[in-house]
């Protein structure tokens, strides 16, 4: 079964570092989403993308943040220069297009620890 | 914007039972409602989802309902097994939200004891 595949799975950074994050979403989708989980609470969105550019993101993703699907597999989350409070899981999702957009299938995440 | 709420935050049942767990929005604009699993060091998985023309959808042992005018929809897992165990996810997600953004519920630990 495809599924939405996530590297590294664990990254540590010193504060003020560029971090990226790295996802391969499955193959035949076309929409690409990044959400976050602080530890102990709830998942929340960040961005959602779609033919090369944002379609809606969140107050979160300010301007430390951007996106980008440099090529026709991987879709990367770069953190500028990370903040402690940057420290949590980080999940890339995709839905497929028409019907199946609404249903976003998640990777396994990335633990970002911000030092 | 859309508030999820999610209850219980914990939920221990034994092999067998059934599990009922339940989520309230705020935004009466939101038609689709997934439920997410997740397991100890995983993602979230899809396991269900319910769009908001259906009052109710049914796969195996798990089952979505949908009260659009109270706004609420529960998750029923029925003849729980032990592999059931996991904090499970609520979402919504709408027109006034925008189509893409789930907003999540806090999540439910359940724990089914053989």
């Known amino acids: 079964e495809p599924e939405v595949t996530q590297t590294p799975s664990h990254q540590v950074t010193q504060m003020g570092q560029e971090v990226i994050l790295r996802c391969v979403p499955i193959s035949n989708h076309l929409y690409f989403y990044w959400y976050r989980q602080i530890l102990g609470q709830k998942v929340e969105f960040l961005v959602s993308f779609y033919n090369n550019e944002i379609s809606e993101k969140s107050e979160i993703f300010d301007d430390q943040f951007s996106v980008e699907r440099p090529d026709g597999s991987n879709f990367t989350l770069k953190i500028r220069s990370t903040k402690l409070e940057d420290s949590a899981m980080y999940f890339c999702a995709s839905s497929a297009p028409g019907r199946g957009i609404d249903e976003q299938y998640f990777g396994p995440g990335t633990r970002l620890t911000v030092t | 914007g859309e508030n999820v709420e999610q209850h219980p935050s914990t939920l221990s049942v034994q092999e067998g039972d059934s599990a009922v767990i339940k989520c309230t929005y705020s935004d009466s604009a939101s038609n689709y409602f997934p439920w997410y699993k997740q397991e100890l060091g995983k993602g979230p998985q899809l396991i269900i989802d319910?769009?908001?023309?259906?009052g109710e959808k049914k796969d195996q042992r798990i089952a979505v309902t949908l009260n659009k005018t109270a706004k609420h929809f529960s998750l029923h897992i029925t003849e729980t097994q032990p592999e059931d165990s996991a904090v499970y996810f609520c979402?919504?997600?709408?027109?006034?939200?925008?189509?893409?953004?789930?907003?999540f519920g806090t999540g439910t630990r359940l724990l089914v004891s053989p």
């Open positions: 979402a919504a997600s709408g027109r006034n939200t925008g189509f893409q953004k789930l907003v």
């Open positions: 319910i769009r908001s023309n259906v």
